[in-house]
């Protein structure tokens, strides 16, 4: 598949999403055509304190123990923390990351490349593609950095529906 037909898919998506989770899945699937990965975190934040929550993920199984920790060491390393990206970027230097020294390596991650899906109301997402054997190149980090352009607008509009009143819903229908 060319980058430019999975850009288009990818528009197509987002503009008729309508909840983030199912947004974020096709969007894989799209971005797994032009960028291959083997293990993937994509976490919506919160746009103020850029917490990290609702994650769609797979991460190998062997780790799955070993999540907490995943998550303890995400927060605690400054390399490619999601706080700070502006651009897609890749583990230039893995063992400055307290992530892949302390526990990646160990489960044959090779690289990882990281986006940060933001704009001017704040951050709504990050992404995390893990690479078992290679790096990821350039091309493939400037496609992820146009994924981020077409999907962060959607991935907003998404969280924001989750908090859209709805008719017949709520405290005082329950009461009936």
């Known amino acids: 598949m060319t980058r430019a037909s999975a850009l288009q898919r990818l528009r197509r998506i987002g503009g008729v ?12 699937a799209e971005i797994g055509r032009v960028v291959s990965f ?6 919506l934040t919160d746009p103020e304190t850029s917490v990290g929550t609702a994650p769609v993920a797979f991460v ?4 799955m ?12 390393t400054p390399v490619n ?3 700070s990206l502006s651009r897609a970027a890749r583990l230039d230097v893995p063992a400055a ?6 526990l990646l390596q160990g489960h044959g991650v090779t690289d990882v490349a990281s986006v940060v ?20 190149a350039r091309d493939e980090l400037a496609f992820l950095d146009e994924v981020v352009s077409l999907l962060t607008g959607h991935l907003r509009r998404c969280v924001a529906l989750c ?6 819903v709520g405290p005082a229908t329950q009461a009936r």
Do not use: H, M, Q
């Open 60 to 63: 190998p199984p062997a780790l």
């Open 38 to 43: 083997d293990a993937y975190v994509w976490a």
């Open 163 to 168: 908090f859209a009143a709805t008719a017949g």
């Open 117 to 136: 899906f933001r704009d001017r109301y704040g951050c709504w997402a990050f992404l995390d593609l893990w690479r078992l054997g290679g790096t990821f």
């Open 97 to 102: 990351s307290l992530v892949w020294r302390e």
């Open 81 to 83: 923390r999601w706080t």
């Open 17 to 28: 999403a309508t909840e983030s989770r199912a947004l974020r899945s096709a969007a894989l």
């Open 65 to 76: 123990p070993d999540l907490p920790r995943l998550i303890r060491l995400k927060y605690l």
